[in-house]
């Protein structure tokens, strides 16, 4: 696949090299709209007008919509508000919000009025939801019938339609437009034409509010295995339908922005593909994280005060791994923790059951971990005596004990950690993800050395 994605795109720069404009038109047009999509994200910015305006405005309005936001983002810039009606008209309201949400208010208003008015208020009516709800999300195209239709009035309201393969159920509405059931196609087909529709409809019905977190509404097609998802309002007044393909999009994006975050960068990375935009959101986590490094700076130099200059840089040998193994301890407790709330998992359920089980696996880590640290403490300072290396006025055994008690208060420090943080960011409506490698490695570093740096020094100050 690979190989052929790169056939395609030597093919497609040897046409435009050639300015051959008739020759590129019939290749576009004959190519995949997916594979299309991909290799217009390779190609340069003058390059991806041309292939665009080589396409009839369906495919191009489609391919449009495969793009990454970034890419998309910047290709909308140079097309013409008439160049753009003409692609977005060919949209599903849905796909037309999105890419219509690229353009600046001016754009969008513009090519809003050149639209259909049917389609240009159904338009406006999604763009009203921000772009990460199930409102953002739907579709308004589905097939509807009353509460007193017959299972023939159904079907003959899916012919006309005009909805195509997408349409998975028949929703059930009573006159004040709140969802009453939902039909699937099967017994549309079974059941005798003249059968009331209230009797093969399904009243339990599964929705998701349109204000719901599109994270949540990909929660709802996993666990519940559906092809669509009916949105209502407050009241359950049925406004939309969500499908399984722009479920697992979110899930796919999701995916990315937590992967973003606890690599300590941004979702808006993605959006942009200027170097100077990425530079700024990295550079913000870079701060944050070097402002904690030089908390860690400040907590060595207070207890370097604390203690002779021999006996620091002993202590300050073993530091640096109590810091790594605290630290990776709790990514690996908040990862998990993380993933719970994405997924709704039994990790992010309860905050008391996935402490109680992060806990004994952590206190039985520590202690393994702890009593191997003094252990090497206790063997190595002897030998680095012996050799030369270093002259200790500390005892190895005081020093042990630091190591080994240090590695497993700090190890339990940073589980806990790993569980709570999580947990409460969600509670102030911030990203769970935000609690991910970046920020508890930086608060474990400073949190590691301090519980050691004051465990060693009340050890050595009773040993002395």
Same mark, same amino acid.
């Given at each position: 696949?690979? /190989?052929?994605?790169?056939?395609?795109?030597?093919?497609?720069?040897?046409?435009?090299?050639?300015?051959?404009?008739?020759?590129?038109?019939?290749?576009?047009?004959?190519?995949?709209?997916?594979?299309?999509?991909?290799?217009?994200?390779?190609?340069? /910015?003058?390059?991806?007008?041309?292939?665009?305006?080589?396409?009839?405005?369906?495919?191009?309005?489609?391919?449009?919509?495969?793009?990454?936001?970034?890419?998309?983002?910047?290709?909308?810039?140079?097309?013409?508000?008439?160049?753009?009606?003409?692609?977005?008209?060919?949209?599903?309201?849905?796909?037309?919000?999105?890419?219509?949400?690229?353009?600046?208010?001016?754009?969008?208003?513009?090519?809003?009025?050149?639209?259909?008015?049917?389609?240009?208020?159904?338009?406006?009516?999604?763009?009203?939801?921000?772009?990460?709800?199930?409102?953002?999300?739907?579709?308004?195209?589905?097939?509807?019938?009353?509460?007193?239709?017959?299972?023939?009035?159904?079907?003959?309201?899916?012919?006309?339609?005009?909805?195509?393969?997408?349409?998975?159920?028949?929703?059930?509405?009573?006159?004040?437009?709140?969802?009453?059931?939902?039909?699937?196609?099967?017994?549309?087909?079974?059941?005798?034409?003249?059968?009331?529709?209230?009797?093969?409809?399904?009243?339990?019905?599964?929705?998701?509010?349109?204000?719901?977190?599109?994270?949540?509404?990909?929660?709802?097609?996993?666990?519940?295995?559906?092809?669509?998802?009916?949105?209502?309002?407050?009241?359950?007044?049925?406004?939309?339908?969500?499908?399984?393909?722009?479920?697992?999009?979110?899930?796919?994006?999701?995916?990315?922005?937590?992967?973003?975050?606890?690599?300590?960068?941004?979702?808006?990375?993605?959006?942009?593909?200027?170097?100077?935009?990425?530079?700024?959101?990295?550079?913000?986590?870079?701060?944050?994280?070097?402002?904690?490094?030089?908390v860690t700076v400040a907590v060595a130099a207070f207890f370097k005060g604390q203690l002779s200059l021999q006996?620091?840089?002993?202590?300050?040998?073993?530091?640096?791994?109590?810091?790594?193994?605290?630290?990776?301890?709790?990514?690996?407790?908040?990862?998990?923790?993380?993933?719970?709330?994405?997924?709704?998992?039994?990790?992010?359920?309860?905050?008391?059951?996935?402490?109680?089980?992060?806990?004994?696996?952590?206190?039985?880590?520590?202690?393994?971990?702890?009593?191997?640290?003094?252990?090497?403490?206790?063997?190595?300072?002897?030998?680095?005596?012996?050799?030369?290396?270093?002259?200790?006025?500390?005892?190895?055994?005081?020093?042990?004990?630091?190591?080994?008690?240090?590695?497993?208060?700090?190890?339990?420090?940073?589980?806990?950690?790993?569980?709570?943080?999580?947990?409460?960011?969600?509670?102030?409506?911030?990203?769970?993800?935000?609690?991910?490698?970046?920020?508890?490695?930086?608060?474990?570093?400073?949190?590691?050395?301090?519980?050691?740096?004051?465990?060693?020094?009340?050890?050595?100050?009773?040993?002395?």
């Amino acid at each position: 696949m690979a /190989e052929q994605l790169e056939q395609m795109l030597e093919q497609i720069r040897s046409l435009l090299a050639g300015d051959d404009s008739n020759a590129l038109r019939r290749f576009v047009s004959e190519a995949p709209e997916e594979d299309l999509a991909e290799v217009v994200e390779l190609l340069e /910015e003058d390059e991806q007008q041309k292939v665009l305006r080589a396409l009839n405005p369906d495919s191009a309005g489609e391919v449009l919509t495969l793009l990454d936001e970034a890419t998309r983002g910047e290709v909308v810039e140079d097309l013409t508000n008439q160049e753009l009606t003409a692609m977005v008209r060919t949209l599903e309201p849905d796909d037309a919000a999105d890419v219509l949400a690229e353009l600046t208010p001016d754009q969008s208003e513009q090519v809003l009025s050149r639209m259909p008015a049917e389609q240009s208020r159904q338009v406006e009516d999604l763009m009203r939801y921000p772009e990460d709800t199930a409102g953002g999300l739907m579709t308004p195209a589905l097939v509807v019938v009353p509460e007193d239709a017959t299972v023939s009035e159904a079907v003959v309201r899916i012919r006309n339609s005009g909805i195509g393969g997408d349409v998975f159920y028949v929703y059930v509405m009573d006159p004040e437009k709140h969802l009453k059931g939902v039909i699937p196609l099967r017994p549309l087909v079974t059941t005798p034409p003249d059968t009331p529709v209230t009797q093969v409809m399904l009243p339990e019905l599964i929705t998701v509010r349109a204000d719901q977190d599109q994270e949540e509404v990909a929660n709802v097609f996993r666990k519940y295995d559906l092809a669509a998802v009916p949105v209502v309002d407050n009241q359950g007044r049925l406004l939309g339908r969500i499908t399984y393909d722009d479920a697992m999009d979110v899930a796919e994006e999701e995916a990315e922005e937590d992967l973003l975050i606890m690599a300590g960068t941004d979702p808006r990375e993605l959006e942009s593909a200027s170097a100077m935009k990425v530079v700024g959101v990295r550079a913000s986590w870079l701060a944050a994280c070097m402002v904690g490094t030089l908390v860690t700076v400040a907590v060595a130099a207070f207890f370097k005060g604390q203690l002779s200059l021999q006996a620091f840089a002993i202590l300050v040998v073993f530091g640096p791994s109590i810091a790594a193994m605290s630290g990776n301890s709790g990514v690996q407790t908040s990862t998990l923790t993380i993933l719970g709330l994405a997924t709704g998992g039994l990790a992010g359920r309860s905050l008391k059951r996935a402490y109680l089980r992060e806990v004994r696996v952590a206190g039985s880590l520590a202690v393994l971990f702890g009593v191997l640290a003094g252990v090497i403490a206790w063997v190595i300072l002897p030998l680095m005596e012996r050799t030369g290396r270093m002259h200790s006025e500390v005892s190895p055994a005081l020093v042990a004990c630091a190591v080994g008690g240090a590695m497993f208060l700090a190890i339990l420090y940073a589980t806990t950690l790993g569980i709570i943080l999580p947990f409460a960011l969600r509670r102030l409506g911030v990203d769970p993800a935000l609690a991910s490698a970046p920020l508890v490695t930086t608060l474990n570093d400073s949190s590691s050395w301090a519980i050691y740096l004051l465990l060693a020094t009340g050890l050595l100050r009773m040993g002395l």
